[in-house]
Nanobody, 128 residues
Framework: QVQLVESGGGSVQAGGSLRLTCAVSASGFTGSRMCMGWFRQAPGKGREGVALIASDGSTRYAESVKGRFTISTDNAKNTLYLQMASPKPEDTATYYC????????????????????WGQGTQVTVSS
């Protein structure tokens, strides 16, 4: 059983910064081996992968956020972060964290999208 709780969303001006946090509570999983990531969903659009961190610590980013966003965890993977630098209005969305058992970065967002474990989401609004 995994529980995920996001926080840190809010309103920010374009070019500013924001850090999202996902508190992870997992039983029956080896935390350090978990695969975790961030997705987002804008109104009227599907849920898209933003960033993931695989079991070995490798990371993968959507092209639209590469170079601006950074995903990280604490050592035990009890907390997942998404540092958003230079956000743009098109980054406005509800952001969700997701987690599952072991994965490889080559598995991509599809593997994480199939996860049973999702947070409730946190809204991010970027104004121009």
């Amino acid at each position: 059983q995994v529980q995920l709780v996001e926080s840190g969303g809010g309103s920010v001006q374009a070019g500013g910064s924001l850090r999202l946090t996902c508190a992870v509570s997992a039983s029956g999983f080896t935390g350090s081996r978990m695969c975790m990531g961030w997705f987002r969903q804008a109104p009227g659009k599907g849920r898209e992968g933003v960033a993931l961190i695989a079991s070995d610590g490798s990371t993968r980013y959507a092209e639209s956020v590469k170079g601006r966003f950074t995903i990280s965890t604490d050592n035990a993977k009890n907390t997942l972060y998404l540092q958003m630098a230079s956000p743009k209005p098109e980054d406005t969305a509800t952001y969700y964290c997701a987690a599952r058992g072991a994965c490889l970065v080559e598995d991509g967002f599809a593997a994480l999208r199939a996860s049973l474990y999702w947070g409730q989401g946190t809204q991010v609004t970027v104004s121009s």
